[in-house]
């Protein structure tokens, strides 16, 4: 059989303009930094920019203008009013797509084709979701006139930048709060290109506030007493330490953290769609995806014709160039995250299990890691219990569903879960005895900003998107203390 290679399709950089160096974006304007630390691209390791380190005086101001921005402005808008302005920004999305597209996959190591397809298509569409709650708050089921909380201080990771700062804004707009965010260190750019749409779609100055920076900034936000609400997303060990500080304040959160989610097959699932669900559980996004399908569970009488199978398909995975638009899996987002995925892949080795990946070339400049995945894991396995946040897959086995339920929930994590089964009853009583926020039956990391997100026990509190996600942006005297009343069996 002839194969032909591919020839190199990549993606133009000239649509994305970047400065040498950034401020952060304060009362509707950039204001000059005084540290700065490089953005690289992972890829390649150049330089992209140099990033503003914000202080507390930097979170200081911002949180103050936002105040000012509620009080004065926001909080008095109607919500048809603040709908217009959240319209204006979903469009401009649209409108400047590839430039976010480019430019997060310079900036993250993500391929062109997740960043075009899914990451600014799905930004776009929760600010266009949100738009239309704006004027609906009576009806989101919190009682008449629901009230903002004020000011919402937003620290996102840098998995799904731009998408994570969608799921933090628009929410936070519809519902009337006003905002100041922090990227993560490594993946500010897009957070910075966000800014100027917002002066782009004349949104009021203060409403969005951009402070870059590393964890001491994060944490001056948690700690800023004009913050009426937190919403994180990142590990569970800042997570905690978020809900310890907070402890002794009046401050809400919502913590969306970490996960380790069991993907379950059993022996009646449709094989070949199995098999491609099982690679866009792991492999999307270099598996840096908190609701990855990381643990494989197979039953065992079919385990041998999927392990072939998928092996087949993981050799046809093409690793490389971000901006390729042939590539499947890019670079690993920074070296420190390389450097954990190699730590707990050895000790997946000198654990027991038995590690393979296709034959790969992988670039010698940049962080890279091949699709791997480990057989003969068992549940005590540090592959099997932590989270890796790379794209390496653990696989289990089981013989009833009865234990591929008990396996599935041996976790502190409770994000996700895929179900793999023809039969709709099946697909039911497992969904069931799954205790995880999202289950996917059939497909996998599939996202609607209509549809809540959040997680169980250690993967977090409280729910972001859908209904679910307004109320954790909204004061009414129907909610229990938990955000949202959803963390409901825990
Ligand atoms: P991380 O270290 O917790 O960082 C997340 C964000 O918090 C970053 O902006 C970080 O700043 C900031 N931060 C760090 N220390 C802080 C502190 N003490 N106080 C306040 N903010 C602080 O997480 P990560 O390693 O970047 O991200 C990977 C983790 O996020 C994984 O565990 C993954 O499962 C989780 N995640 C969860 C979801 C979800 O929806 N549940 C989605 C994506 C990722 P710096 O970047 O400057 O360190
Ligand atoms: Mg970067």
Redesign the pocket.
Same mark, same amino acid.
Request: charged share 15%.
């Given at each position: 059989m002839t194969t032909f290679d591919y020839a190199p399709a990549p993606e133009s950089r000239s649509v994305v303009k970047i400065s040498s160096e950034y401020g952060h974006f304060i009362n509707g304007e950039f204001v000059a930094g005084a540290n700065h630390f490089p953005s690289i691209n992972p890829a390649n390791e150049e330089v992209l920019s140099q990033i503003a380190l914000g202080s507390s005086a930097d979170v200081d101001r911002a949180v103050k203008a936002a105040r000012v921005a509620y009080e004065a402005v926001w909080s008095k808008m109607s919500g048809r009013e603040r709908g217009k302005y959240l319209y204006r920004i979903a469009r401009i999305l649209q409108e400047r797509a590839r430039e976010f597209a480019v430019l997060e996959s310079l900036d993250n190591g993500k391929p062109i084709r997740e960043s075009r397809d899914v990451d600014v298509p799905l930004a776009a569409a929760h600010f266009f979701y949100h738009a239309g709650w704006a004027d609906k708050l009576d009806y989101a089921g919190l009682g008449h006139a629901p009230q903002a909380h004020g000011v919402a201080g937003q620290?996102?990771?840098?998995?799904?930048p731009l998408l994570?700062l969608a799921?933090k804004i628009a929410p936070a707009l519809a519902t009337g709060n006003t905002v100041v965010l922090?990227?993560?260190? #490594?993946t500010s750019l897009t957070a910075l290109l966000f800014a100027q749409v917002c002066q782009q779609a004349d949104l009021p100055q203060g409403v969005v506030n951009i402070v870059t920076?590393?964890? +001491? #900034?994060?944490?001056a936000? &948690?700690d800023h007493p004009g913050i009426d609400k937190i919403a994180?997303?990142? +590990?569970?060990? &800042?997570?905690k330490?978020?809900a310890r500080?907070i402890a002794p304040t009046k401050k809400k959160a919502t913590l969306? *953290? @970490?996960?380790k989610a069991a993907n379950i097959v059993f022996d009646d699932a449709p094989i070949d769609e199995t098999v491609e669900g099982i690679v866009n559980g792991i492999f999307f996004n270099q598996g840096? &995806?908190?609701?990855a399908g990381s643990r494989l569970l197979l039953q065992e009488n079919v385990a041998e014709e999927i392990l072939r199978k998928l092996k087949v398909q993981m050799a046809k995975i093409r690793v490389g160039d971000p901006l390729d638009k042939n590539t499947d899996l890019g670079a690993i987002n920074s070296s420190a995250?390389l450097s954990k995925i190699r730590e707990l892949s050895e000790s997946g080795g000198s654990e027991g299990a038995e590690r393979w990946s296709p034959e790969c070339i992988l670039p010698d400049k940049g962080f890279w890691f091949a699709p791997t995945i480990f057989t003969g894991v068992t549940q005590a396995h540090r592959i099997a219990r932590e %989270?890796i946040?790379g794209p390496v897959l653990s696989v289990l086995t089981f013989r009833t569903p009865q234990e591929a339920i008990e396996k599935a929930n041996n976790t502190p994590y409770g *994000?996700s879960a895929g179900i793999w089964s023809e039969k709709g009853s099946r697909i039911l009583w497992a969904s069931q005895q799954l205790k995880a926020g999202v289950v996917w039956a059939n497909t996998f990391n599939k996202f609607d900003p209509a549809s809540p997100? @959040?997680?169980y026990k250690e +993967?977090?509190w409280g729910r %972001?998107g859908g209904r679910h996600g307004l109320t954790a942006y909204l004061k009414s005297s129907q909610l229990s203390h938990k955000e949202g009343g959803v963390n409901e069996d825990e």
């Open positions: 620290i996102i990771p840098w998995n799904f994570m799921w922090k990227p993560a260190e #490594t920076g590393d964890g +001491s #900034t994060g944490a936000i &948690v994180f997303t990142g +590990s569970t060990e &800042v997570g330490a978020i500080a969306e *953290l @970490g996960g840096h &995806v908190c609701c995250q %989270e946040f *994000l997100f @959040g997680g +993967s977090g %972001e």
